[in-house]
């Protein structure tokens, strides 16, 4: 499982990054940065497992929730639509206050957000959501996945600890392709 999740991480970004390089091939635009971040959001809820008493009825959606300003265009909505995890229909939904996300499975906060970090992670405390955001100092403020640039690739780090700390169950195969993560 661990070589097919491999595989398909790395032939699946690979790929996405040969089209985007290959030029004059069927005139295939470069992925932007935030469409390989939106393919990461969808690909994490993969790779977790939320608390068994967490809300998780079929007929409702799989929320993956932006805080603040929105990144990523319509990119994430395209990735997911028609997708479902675990048998649930997935949603995007935006929000503008930390108290309007408590139904999210995944939060990707904005850098709009950065000098509420803190704030946010502590109202957020004990629900099962995990939090995620490209900012160097998130991780340090409790949150649990951060997106970081290596060499020009977009990579992420992973707070095991604080998703822990909410009962989240991070796979070990997502931990192990994690750089620089305390686990």
Same mark, same amino acid.
């Given at each position: 499982?661990?070589?097919?999740?491999?595989?398909?991480?790395?032939?699946?970004?690979?790929?996405?990054?040969?089209?985007?390089?290959?030029?004059?091939?069927?005139?295939?635009?470069?992925?932007?940065?935030?469409?390989?971040?939106?393919?990461?959001?969808?690909?994490?809820?993969?790779?977790?497992?939320?608390?068994?008493?967490?809300?998780?009825?079929?007929?409702?959606?799989?929320?993956?929730?932006?805080?603040?300003?929105?990144?990523?265009?319509?990119?994430?909505?395209?990735?997911?639509?028609?997708?479902?995890?675990?048998?649930?229909?997935? !949603?995007?939904?935006? $929000? &503008?206050?930390?108290?309007?996300? =408590?139904?999210?499975?995944? *939060?990707? @906060? %904005?850098?709009?957000?950065?000098?509420?970090?803190?704030?946010?992670?502590?109202?957020?405390?004990?629900?099962?959501?995990?939090?995620?955001?490209?900012?160097?100092?998130?991780?340090?403020?409790?949150?649990?996945?951060?997106?970081?640039?290596?060499? !020009?690739?977009?990579? $992420? &780090?992973?707070?095991?600890?604080? =998703?822990?700390?909410?009962? *989240?169950? @991070? %796979?070990?195969?997502?931990?192990?392709?994690?750089?620089?993560?305390?686990?």
């Amino acid at each position: 499982m661990f070589i097919r999740l491999r595989k398909f991480i790395f032939y699946g970004l690979s790929g996405l990054l040969f089209l985007a390089a290959a030029p004059g091939l069927a005139q295939t635009p470069r992925p932007s940065e935030y469409q390989l971040k939106a393919a990461f959001l969808y690909n994490f809820a993969k790779f977790i497992d939320w608390p068994s008493d967490a809300p998780s009825d079929n007929s409702s959606p799989f929320v993956i929730g932006i805080l603040g300003d929105n990144p990523f265009g319509k990119s994430l909505e395209q990735i997911v639509a028609g997708k479902q995890i675990n048998g649930r229909t997935i !949603s995007v939904q935006f $929000f &503008q206050t930390a108290s309007e996300v =408590a139904r999210c499975q995944i *939060l990707f @906060i %904005s850098n709009s957000e950065s000098k509420h970090f803190t704030e946010i992670i502590k109202n957020l405390k004990g629900s099962a959501v995990l939090t995620v955001s490209e900012n160097d100092r998130f991780i340090d403020s409790g949150g649990m996945v951060d997106f970081v640039k290596e060499d !020009s690739r977009i990579r $992420f &780090q992973i707070n095991d600890d604080a =998703a822990k700390a909410v009962r *989240l169950k @991070i %796979s070990s195969k997502l931990l192990s392709l994690a750089v620089g993560s305390s686990r």
